[in-house]
């Protein structure tokens, strides 16, 4: 079964600075990718998604992650972070079936980003 | 979020009584998801749906039912509250799991 691992379930950063969430996978076959941002009080907003197109994807708000199979890894970065951006971050993982489609998504448990004036 | 609504937005109930929680889209969907957020967990999966009168079990089920008897609306019941069961309930739309998922506002539900 597929899962997802985000290391680190609160990150702080300056404001300007780089955003980098980790995200790792676990798939045995090639997986779909999302990234989610959860803020205070609202339900989550897809930000990208990885559907085996480019490696690089580039979501709303700056973000963008990088698909690396040879890593497993699909981190999200973001090159300068504004006080918007603090909210809690959640990656997800599906499974591709042969005869098409996909398996339901697995979320990791989330990091929570502050951003510091 | 647009196309999807939950209801009631908070609740809070007592222990032993049943509770009802409903998600009503507009976008025809055939995927409808219910999950529970709490602290450290993250979302779990409670029950999910793919079309009417279809559904099937997630990793948090015990204790939950659902039904969907229309493809706008899927509904899930606690038909027993217990203090374990309060937490944040989300739910989730999607036409094709490739495309992930659209997320209500949740539902917050205190059982006392």
């Known amino acids: 079964a597929q899962s997802v691992t985000q290391l680190g379930s609160h990150v702080s950063v300056s404001e300007g600075a780089l955003v980098l969430l980790r995200c790792n996978y676990s798939?045995?076959?090639?997986?779909?990718l999302f990234w989610y941002v959860q803020y205070p009080n609202q339900g989550l907003q897809l930000l990208l998604k990885?559907?085996?197109?480019?490696?690089l994807v580039k979501g709303i708000n700056g973000f963008e992650a990088e698909f690396k199979k040879s890593e497993t890894s699909f981190h999200l970065t973001k090159p300068s972070a504004h006080m918007s951006d603090a909210a809690e971050y959640f990656c997800?993982?599906?499974?591709?079936?042969?005869?098409?489609?996909?398996?339901?998504?697995?979320f990791g448990k989330g990091t929570k980003l502050t951003v510091n004036p | 979020d647009a196309g999807i609504t939950q209801s009631p937005r908070h609740k809070v109930t007592e222990t032993g009584t049943p509770v009802t929680l409903r998600c009503h889209q507009t976008?025809?969907?055939?995927?409808m998801y219910w999950y529970r957020q709490d602290p450290g967990h993250g979302l779990r999966l409670i029950h999910y749906?793919?079309?009417?009168?279809?559904?099937d079990k997630g990793e948090v089920s015990d204790g939950y039912s659902v039904s969907r008897s229309k493809t706008e609306d899927f509904l899930l019941t606690l038909e027993s509250a217990t203090s374990s069961q309060t937490s944040v309930y989300f739910c989730?739309?999607?036409?094709?799991?490739?495309?992930?998922?659209?997320f209500g506002s949740g539902t917050r539900l205190t059982v006392v």
């Open positions: 989730a739309i999607s036409p094709d799991r490739v495309y992930g998922y659209t």
């Open positions: 798939s045995s076959v090639p997986p779909y």
């Open positions: 990885y559907t085996s197109a480019a490696t």
């Open positions: 997800a993982v599906s499974r591709r079936r042969e005869q098409g489609g996909s398996e339901k998504l697995v």
């Open positions: 976008e025809n969907h055939r995927y």
């Open positions: 749906s793919y079309g009417v009168k279809d559904t």
